[in-house]
């Protein structure tokens, strides 16, 4: 008990004592010194809390997808009757007054006539027009509002929303696999548990499968793949592998299509075919030997047994 009490959680009944756990981490951070990869650990209640960001890499083989909105993102409602229809009649039983524009009488010679005719529907035409392209004007103006977000609603749109790999959503590629072996990170503590990390993950980038439709994988250079169980504590675990991706890397799979690959299998997968179809001729030719000593055994035993059956029947004899 005492162990437990002064230990940090692994996985389901196993712990690591504080003293381990802080002298991985100590190594951890001294190897990111200077990035935002370093790990904080502190102590509450007696026990050993470690954050930060944790490296996730893309192993998927089959399309996610994304939110079709940001949770966040407000939803407009359509502009009322009257913002847009201020200068139409809705209703035909109301009758606007008939507005006259006000004559001027201008006493000029009678040879200037016609210009001032010529002006007077120059006026017309000016007040025609005039009215028209306010209508316009306002028209234009309701559909800014509507279509366009302002700059300030575009930023908060993106800083809710994170991208994988530049990615946004758009109607067009809202269902997308993420290239495989590009990085990502979340934030989160030792508390954690896969099933946790794995829905801080799907939450940052809105994406719409289910957390149990994948798995956690800790994948060796030398080809050794291990399932993180679900009552595992990744990024624990991450510290006791050590702080070197080329070493081992933490993959996002598929919860049915990721497979564990043991030690001893991965010694061979790395070889080359050429290579392996040398190992099962020498298997082959190994197996045929044992074969042949095993027929000749009992090739023996048997003559042995059929000698001592052709004895029996002159009994005494023989004796």
């Not at 100590?26 to 990111?32: E, F, G, S, W």
């Not at 809390?49 to 083989?61: A, C, S, T």
């Not at 027929?295 to 023989?318: D, F, M, S, W």
Request: aromatic share 6%; charged share 25%; glycine share 6%.
């Amino acid at each position: 008990m005492d162990g437990i009490h002064n230990g940090v959680q692994v996985g389901e009944n196993k712990f690591i004592s504080k003293a381990t756990i802080l002298s991985h981490l100590k190594i951890y951070n001294l190897y990111y010194e200077g990035q935002n990869l370093q790990l904080r650990h502190r102590e509450e209640e007696g026990e050993l809390i470690v954050e930060g960001l944790l490296n996730i890499f893309w192993g998927l083989r089959r399309p996610i997808r994304l939110q079709m909105q940001d949770d966040h993102e407000r939803i407009r409602p359509p502009p009322s009757s009257t913002s847009w229809h201020s200068g139409c009649i809705l209703d035909n039983s109301q009758q606007t007054p008939h507005v006259t524009p006000p004559t001027v009488v201008v006493t000029s010679p009678d040879n200037n006539s016609e210009d001032n005719g010529e002006m007077e529907e120059h006026a017309e035409e000016d007040s025609e027009t005039s009215a028209q392209l306010l209508r316009t004007k306002s028209d234009a103006g309701i559909l800014r509002r509507v279509h366009r977000r302002s700059p300030s609603d575009q930023r908060k749109i993106r800083r809710h929303r994170f991208s994988i790999n530049g990615h946004f959503y758009n109607h067009k590629t809202a269902v997308f696999t993420p290239a495989f072996g590009s990085v990502t990170n979340v934030r989160i503590n030792s508390c954690m548990t896969t099933p946790q990390v794995l829905r801080v993950l799907l939450n940052k980038f809105k994406i719409e499968n289910s957390p149990d439709d994948f798995a956690l994988y800790l994948v060796h250079a030398s080809g050794e793949r291990a399932k993180l169980k679900r009552s595992d504590f990744p990024l624990v675990l991450r510290v006791m592998q050590g702080p070197c991706e080329q070493v081992c890397k933490l993959f996002l799979m598929e919860e049915d299509l990721g497979e564990e690959v043991t030690y001893d299998v991965a010694q061979y997968i790395k070889f080359e075919m050429p290579v392996l179809q040398s190992f099962i001729t020498k298997l082959k030719e190994e197996e045929d030997r044992e074969v042949q000593k095993l027929r000749r055994r009992y090739n023996v035993l048997r003559c042995i047994i059929e000698k001592q059956l052709g004895c029996l029947p002159e009994g005494p004899a023989c004796m």
